[in-house]
């Protein structure tokens, strides 16, 4: 497996396999405008080209993307059927690598909670509901 820094040209591939993920693991949590959210989110060319995304790559096929802002986690998905084979703990190692920062943020999906607390996160504060229908609780990893 190749984890590595996606180029601007696999962008449209990496965001198709965050919204297909999302569609099946995060949306029926989720009120419609925060699906839309969501979706506006990942499809604003001109913004996700400025996050540091990373990529895991088996032979030509995407199984997972971390995309990060800063020290803030925007997104992590892994494709499902790739779920629980280490795979997000190799992207996330190599952005903690990349990054060099002893200090990370997310807003976890309700359905990632579990997984962030795998990676050694821990929630700053109850489950939120943003404005614009996200849920998510915030969390944080220090090192």
């Not at 779920?83 to 997000?88: A, L, M, T, V, W």
């Given at each position: 497996m190749e984890i590595r820094r996606i180029r601007e040209p696999e962008l449209p591939a990496a965001m198709d396999l965050c919204w297909r993920v999302f569609q099946e693991f995060e949306a029926p949590d989720y009120p419609p405008k925060g699906v839309e959210a969501f979706y506006t989110y990942i499809s604003n060319t001109e913004q996700v080209k400025y996050l540091t995304v990373f990529g895991a790559w088996e032979r030509h096929q995407l199984l997972g993307v971390l995309a990060a802002e800063g020290d803030h986690i925007a997104l992590f998905f892994v494709e499902?059927?790739?779920?629980?084979?280490?795979?997000?703990?190799?992207?996330?190692?190599a952005y903690l690598s990349a990054d060099g920062g002893d200090r990370v943020t997310v807003h976890s999906s309700p359905y990632a909670v579990e997984v962030y607390r795998h990676l050694g996160f821990s929630p700053t504060a109850e489950e939120q509901l943003s404005p614009?229908?996200?849920?998510?609780?915030?969390?944080?990893?220090?090192?």
């Open positions: 499902p059927s790739f779920h629980r084979q280490g795979i997000g703990r190799k992207l996330f190692q614009d229908g996200i849920r998510y609780t915030p969390m944080i990893w220090e090192q």
